[in-house]
């Protein structure tokens, strides 16, 4: 038979588990971006570093889309020995229109993606513009769907800043499914002075994966995980509340370290911080 003292304890932990559960739950990679310098030196090396530091997953941005079917095939098989996942791929324009679609789906099928972001609208003129950037996303997202891949799309700070009392992101969330995943960058939100958990909260479900990107008056985007204006806290309970969110990605761009020590250190301070 439990002692009171012991059915409290347990009662109370029982309690707190769910948050911390959670917490461990969603699993954490690097936008590989983060580390270019060396990646494009050796991409095999540094994606067994990175897997050595613990990160559970990565997302390769752009070039990837140049790969050849035998080299992607070799990538998911380091990955899966790796016991790493692909959670999403960063692409071009040309990822969401013509003969790149199918293209896309191929790559990020043999990779194991199961999400294609886009990662920059380019040069856009007005809030028709958007629009026209959000129809481009609807008709990608359509084409990845009967695929089993959802598209997404990635935000820096001009989604952010209104354009007649308009912001483009949300221009680019009204008029697109909702099975299109808002990909939130924390960084570059907060910069631009917006409040990245109110943004959560308002378009629940749509933020499955968030880029874990830190800013900070004094250093910039060279503040590491931690340094800087990000309301982490606040940020991962309003995502996992409530944003839907299936995996974080630390970004970061640059800082007084090499870029794979700033890879590792970022880990780390989110490891504790979440602990």
Known sequence: ???????????????AAPSAL?????????????????????????????????YQGVEFYSPYFAWKDDYAKEVRKLLDD?????FSTHNGGKSFEGDGIARAIELNQILGSRNIVLASAGRVNGLDGWKGVAEMLSKGAEKFKAAGIRAGYHNHQIEFK??????????????????????????????????????????????????????SKKDGYKALF???????????????KKGGVEFYLIEQEGSRFTSMETAEKCLQSYKKFRA
């Open 82 to 86: 790796a016991g790493m996942k692909c």
């Open 1 to 15: 038979m439990l002692s009171r003292r012991t059915f409290l304890t347990s009662s109370l932990a029982a309690v």
């Open 22 to 54: 959670a917490a461990r739950k969603v699993p954490v990679g690097l936008e590989l971006f983060s580390v270019r310098d060396v990646l494009v030196k050796d991409l095999m090396g540094t994606v067994r570093g990175v897997a050595k530091m613990g």
């Open 162 to 215: 209104p354009i007649d009392g308009t912001r483009p992101i949300e221009v680019i969330a009204k008029n697109t499914p909702k099975d299109v995943t808002l990909q939130l960058d924390l960084g570059t939100c907060v910069e631009v002075g917006s409040d990245p958990v109110a943004w959560i909260n308002q378009n629940a479900g749509r933020i499955r994966s968030l880029h874990l990107k830190e800013w």
């Open 226 to 240: 931690g340094e800087g204006e990000v309301p982490w806290k606040n940020v991962f309970k309003a995502a996992e």
